[in-house]
C-alpha cells in the first residue's frame, strides 16, 4: 500500500510530522524494524498514532476486500495431458476449496467482531446518558459497603490466623502449605506456575494488534491520553473503530485494600491469588470442635461486573487512572476488566517489564505473532533490556530463605514425600553454597577468568568483587553437578515460594520463624557451610524480617537460578564479598555481602520480538547515536541490513530559536578540558564560575547547568562559596542544587519554577534562577524546562563512565570479543562514548519543549569540536552549530540571541 497523501490528524500537522507519518506507514507495510527519531515537542505521540491508525485502518479494509475476493473468486485449475491430469486437478481443487473456506470464515469472524464492537458502542452510549443517577446509587451505599467489605476483610484474616493452638504437624489448617506429592521430572507435565489462574477469554485471532510500551505509567497514561485526542478516539468512519487497553501490574490497578497494603508486588499476587483459590473450604479446629466456612474469595472478582467493565473500556478509551476510577465505582476488578479487554483490544498499551520479560509477557497473555509492537522512549533500551534480566540477591535474601526454609522442613518433615524432601533439601543445599560464596575469604588465584576488585568501607571492612562466566561460578560453588532446571521446574511445580510466603506470613507471630536467639558470628556458620550431609541449623537473625519487604524471598532467589541457566558468554556472576568475615559483624556482613547476575547479551531477550512481529518499531526524542541499538541487538539475531529502516526529523522551531556553541575557554583563556585526571584543578573550576557569572548577566530565566556528577558537584559549590563565586551569581540568579535523594526532586523543581516566575513578575535585580543538577540524576531525563525554565542549557564536560569499574570493563570486553568493530573503534569503545553522548543528549533535550520556544545551548568543553563527538549530537542540534573562538565570541552571540528575543 502505498501512504496517503493525508492522514486524519486533529489540527493541521507541520510537515516533519507528515514526513513522519508516511516513513512511519511504509515500515510497518513492508514489515521493517524502524528507528524513528523526532526530537521533544514536535508532536511525536501524536504522529505515531496518527501513522499507526491509519496504516492499520487501511491494512483491515484491504484484508477485507482480499477475502471477499478470495471466496467469490472462480477456482481456476490448468490442466495437462498426462496420464495424471485428474488427479491433479483433484489436489488443486482441493486446495482452492480450503482456501475458500478459510476465508469464509475468517470473514464470518471478523463480521461477529464488528457485531459485538456495535453492541458495545450502543450498551457504552446508554449507560453514559444516566452517569449521574449511576454515580448517586454508589455514593448513597458506598458508606455501607465499606463497612461490610471492612467487616468481610476482618473475618477473612481472623479465619486465616485461627491454627490448632498446639502446632501439630497434622493441624487441617496447615494442609494448604504442604507441597503438593512431586514423583515425576517429565517435562510433558509441567505447568505454569500462572496457567490456572487467569482464565480469560482466547485472543481474538481476527484482530491484527499493536503494543505501544514506554518506561513509566505516566508515559502510557499521557500516550492514551493523546489517542483520546486524535480523531480516531470513538470514530467509526469506515467501519473502523480504535480499542485500547491498559495492561499494568496489580500495583496500579488493584482496588481491594487488603491486597493494596501489603509492600511487595509478589505479596498482592500471592494474596489476590489466593483469594480466588476457593470460595468455601471447611476446616475444623479441634481444640474447640466447631466447623467454621472460610471465605476466600475477592468481593471485587465478580464475572459479571468484570465483564461489564471490560465492556466499558472497550466500547469508550480509559486510561490507568480512569479505569480504576470506574472499577471502584462498579466494584469489578480493574486488573482482570483490562486483561479481558485485551483480548479484544487492537491497542494494548504496557509498561516494558511485561513487554520485555518473557514469562511475564506470556503470564499477560501477549501474543507476538504477525502483531505490531512500538517502543516509545527507546533511547535506553539495550540497557533496559539487561536491567530487566539481571538479578541480584544478598546475603540477608539467602540466609533469611534458608532460615525459613529449614525450618519448614522440621515442622512437615513427617509429611512430605521423599521426592518433595530430595529437592526441598537440594535447594537447602544450593543455599548454603551461595552464603559460603559471598561470607568465606577468597583464597583462589585470581585468573584471567576471573577478575576480581577489591574496596574499603567505612571502617576496617574490606570487600572484594568477583566477576566469572557463570560455569566457573558453578564450578567454584560445586553446584556443576546439579540439574539446576529439574530445581526450577520443581519450584515452578510444587509452588514452594509460595507455600514458603504462607508459612512465614501464619506463624510469623507465634515464633516458630522468627526465634530471636542469639547471633553466632556469620563465619562460624560459614566455615561448616560445606558439609552437605545433613541439614545444618541456621541461625536466625534478630532483624531478619527487617532487611527485606518480603516475607520470604525465595521467589527473587528463584529468578537469580534461572538466571544459572542462562548460556555461559551471555552473561556474568559478580560475587560481592566480605575478606575476613570473622574480624566484621553480621549486620555489615549482610549489607556488603551479594551475588549478582549481569546480563551480558540483551539480543536473546529482544529475539521473540525482532522474528515473530510483523514490524518493531523504536522510538525517541534522542535517538542518536543509533550503533548500540543496531550491534547489541539486531546484529547479533542476523538481522539484515535491508529490514532496518532509519528516519530522522528536524525541530519545528526555526532557525533562530535554537543557539547551540562551545565554549572551549573562559575569561581568562584558560582552555576547558573536564577530564578525570583534571577536572579537580582550582584553576579549571574557578575560570568555569567566572564564565558562569558573565553568562548570568545576559541569559534572562532560568539556566540549568548539568555536571558529570554529584561529588564533582559538591567539589564545584564548595570551591565556588570559598572563593565568593556563588554570591556573585546570586545577584543576578538564585542558585538551587539538585539532591541525591529522590524524593526531593520534585521539590526542588517547583522552587526553582517559582523562583523565576517571581523574579518576572517583580522585576528586581534578579533575572532568574541558576539550578545546579547532575547528568544521570531526576532532572537529566523526563523533566520539562520549557520556556523561562530553561533559556539556557549547560553542559560541564563529557560525562564519560567510570571506565574502572569490573562491570563496564567486563561489558567492553564481551562486545570486543563478539561484536564488529565500529568504524576505527573497537565496539567497546563505541560502546563506552555512546553512552556518555547518550547521557549528554538526554540532557541538552530538556530545552526546547514547544513550537515558539527558545534556547541556548552551551557545551563547555574543548571536546565537543571533534567531529566525532559533534557527530553524535542530535542532527536537529548539530546542523544549527555556529563556529566560535574565544570566549568573548561566544558570550557576544549568547546576548545578542537574547537580545532579539525581549518580549
Known amino acids: 500500500m502505498e501512504s496517503p497523501e493525508e492522514f486524519p490528524f486533529p489540527f493541521v500537522p507541520y510537515k516533519i510530522q507528515i514526513d513522519f507519518m508516511k516513513n512511519l506507514y511504509q515500515a510497518l507495510e513492508n514489515g521493517k524494524i524502524g528507528i524513528f527519531e ?47 491430469d485428474w488427479m491433479s486437478e483433484f489436489f488443486q481443487k482441493r486446495d482452492n476449496q480450503d482456501e475458500q473456506l478459510k476465508a469464509k470464515k475468517l470473514l464470518e469472524d471478523i463480521a461477529r467482531r464488528e457485531e459485538k464492537l456495535k453492541k458495545i458502542i450502543e450498551k457504552s452510549s446508554v449507560d453514559s446518558l444516566e452517569p449521574s443517577r449511576k454515580r448517586a446509587k454508589y455514593s448513597d451505599l458506598r458508606k455501607e459497603d465499606r463497612t461490610l467489605l471492612l467487616l468481610e476483610q476482618a473475618k477473612r484474616e481472623l479465619d486465616r490466623r485461627d491454627n490448632d493452638p498446639s502446632g501439630c504437624c497434622d493441624n487441617e489448617a496447615d494442609l494448604d502449605l504442604l507441597l503438593a506429592d512431586y514423583e515425576s521430572d517429565d517435562e510433558s507435565s509441567a505447568t505454569s506456575r500462572h496457567a490456572c489462574v487467569d482464565n480469560e477469554e482466547d485472543a481474538d485471532d481476527t484482530v491484527i494488534r499493536v503494543y505501544y510500551c514506554s518506561r513509566t505509567h505516566s508515559q502510557l497514561t499521557q500516550f492514551i491520553k493523546e489517542i483520546q485526542k486524535s480523531s480516531f478516539n470513538n470514530s467509526v468512519a469506515d467501519e473502523f473503530f480504535v480499542t485500547v487497553a491498559a495492561l499494568a501490574s496489580r500495583q496500579s490497578l488493584c482496588i481491594n485494600e487488603s491486597v493494596r497494603r501489603l509492600a511487595s508486588v509478589q505479596q498482592m499476587n500471592d494474596r489476590c491469588l489466593d483469594l480466588q483459590k476457593s470460595n468455601e473450604e471447611t476446616k475444623t479446629v479441634k481444640s474447640k470442635k466447631i466447623s467454621k466456612k472460610k471465605q476466600s474469595s475477592c468481593c471485587f472478582k465478580s464475572a459479571s461486573a468484570i465483564e461489564n467493565l471490560s465492556d466499558q473500556i472497550i466500547g469508550k478509551i480509559q486510561d490507568i487512572e480512569e479505569l480504576v476510577g470506574h472499577g471502584k465505582e462498579s466494584k469489578a476488578c480493574p486488573y482482570y476488566a483490562a486483561r479481558r479487554a485485551a483480548a479484544f483490544a487492537q491497542i494494548i498499551v504496557v509498561p516494558y517489564q511485561i513487554l520485555m520479560h518473557s514469562a511475564t509477557r506470556k503470564a499477560s497473555g501477549i501474543k507476538l505473532k504477525d502483531s505490531v509492537v512500538i517502543i516509545d522512549e527507546a533511547h535506553n533500551l539495550v540497557d533496559t533490556i539487561a536491567n530487566i534480566h539481571s538479578v541480584e540477591v544478598t546475603f540477608s535474601q539467602v540466609q533469611k530463605a534458608h ?51 577489591k574496596e574499603r568501607l567505612p571502617g576496617t571492612t574490606v570487600t572484594e568483587t568477583c566477576l566469572m562466566k557463570i560455569n566457573d561460578f558453578l564450578f567454584k560453588t560445586n553446584l556443576d553437578n546439579l540439574n539446576l532446571f529439574k530445581v526450577l521446574r520443581y519450584c515452578e511445580r510444587s509452588l514452594i515460594s509460595k507455600k514458603l510466603n504462607g508459612f512465614v506470613e501464619r506463624y510469623a507471630e507465634t515464633g516458630v520463624v522468627n526465634s530471636k536467639k542469639e547471633n553466632t558470628l556469620v563465619s562460624n556458620f560459614l566455615a561448616s557451610a560445606n558439609e552437605t550431609a545433613d541439614i545444618k541449623s541456621l541461625p536466625a537473625m534478630a532483624d531478619v524480617t527487617s532487611q527485606s519487604t518480603m516475607r520470604s524471598p525465595l521467589m527473587h532467589i528463584e529468578s537469580f537460578l534461572l538466571s544459572l541457566t542462562s548460556a555461559n558468554d551471555d552473561g556474568r556472576i559478580a560475587v560481592t564479598s566480605v575478606k575476613n568475615s570473622s574480624d566484621v559483624s553480621p549486620s555489615q556482613l549482610r549489607g556488603a555481602a551479594s551475588i549478582k547476575f549481569l546480563l551480558l547479551n540483551p539480543a536473546q531477550h529482544f529475539k521473540d520480538i525482532v522474528e515473530d512481529c510483523r514490524a518493531v518499531i523504536v522510538a525517541g526524542g534522542t535517538m542518536q547515536p543509533c550503533s548500540s541499538f543496531i550491534n547489541q541487538l539486531l546484529t547479533p539475531l542476523a538481522v539484515r541490513d535491508d529490514r532496518i529502516f532509519q528516519f530522522s526529523c528536524g525541530h519545528v522551531i526555526d532557525k533562530d530559536q535554537l543557539l547551540p556553541v562551545t565554549l572551549s575557554q573562559g575569561p581568562a583563556g584558560t582552555e576547558f578540558e573536564f577530564t578525570f585526571a583534571q577536572r579537580k584543578s582550582t584553576k579549571l573550576i574557578d575560570e568555569l564560575g567566572r564564565s558562569l557569572c558573565n553568562l548570568c548577566n545576559v541569559i534572562p530565566g532560568g539556566i540549568v547547568c548539568f555536571f558529570p556528577s554529584y561529588d564533582y558537584e559538591s567539589v564545584v559549590y564548595a570551591r565556588w562559596g570559598a572563593t565568593g563565586i556563588l554570591k556573585q551569581i546570586e545577584m543576578k540568579k538564585k542558585i538551587f542544587r539538585e539532591s541525591r535523594k529522590s524524593g526531593h526532586a520534585d521539590r526542588v523543581l517547583a522552587e526553582y519554577s517559582t523562583s523565576i516566575q517571581r523574579t518576572k513578575a517583580m522585576k528586581s535585580g534578579l533575572t532568574g534562577a541558576l539550578l545546579l543538577s547532575v547528568v544521570g540524576g531526576k532532572m537529566s531525563e523526563g523533566i520539562n524546562f520549557s520556556d523561562d525554565l530553561g533559556r539556557c542549557i549547560v553542559m560541564v564536560g563529557l560525562p564519560y563512565p567510570n571506565l574502572y569499574s569490573a562491570e563496564l570493563k567486563e561489558k567492553m570486553a564481551y562486545l ?12 567497546g569503545q563505541s560502546y563506552y562514548e555512546n553512552l556518555c553522548m547518550k547521557a549528554v543528549n538526554q540532557s541538552i533535550g530538556r530545552a526546547i519543549r514547544h513550537r515558539h520556544d527558545y534556547a541556548a545551548i552551551v557545551l563547555v568543553d574543548k571536546r565537543y569540536n571533534r567531529s566525532d563527538v559533534k557527530s553524535q549530537l542530535p542532527g536537529w542540534i548539530s546542523d544549527k552549530f555556529k563556529p566560535t573562538k574565544g570566549f568573548g565570541e561566544v558570550f557576544g552571540a549568547i546576548r545578542q540571541f537574547f537580545k532579539t528575543k525581549k518580549p
Not at 816 to 827: E, L, R, S, W, Y
Open 403 to 453: 532460615n525459613q526454609l529449614e525450618q519448614y522442613v522440621r515442622k512437615f518433615s513427617k509429611r512430605l514425600k521423599a521426592e518433595n524432601l530430595m529437592y526441598v533439601k537440594r535447594i537447602l543445599y544450593i543455599l548454603r553454597k551461595f552464603l559460603a560464596a559471598m561470607g568465606l575469604e577468597k583464597r583462589h588465584a585470581q585468573t584471567a577468568e576471573i577478575q576480581c576488585s
Open 38 to 84: 523526532s526530537p521533544t515537542g514536535t508532536g511525536k505521540s501524536m504522529s505515531l498514532i496518527c501513522g499507526t491508525l491509519t496504516w492499520l485502518r487501511d491494512y483491515e479494509r484491504n484484508r477485507k476486500e482480499r477475502l471477499k475476493q478470495q471466496t467469490t473468486a472462480e477456482m481456476e485449475v490448468k490442466s495437462e495431458q498426462t496420464e495424471t
Open 816 to 827: 570486543d570479543a563478539n561484536m564488529p568493530n565500529v568504524g576505527a573503534k573497537t565496539a
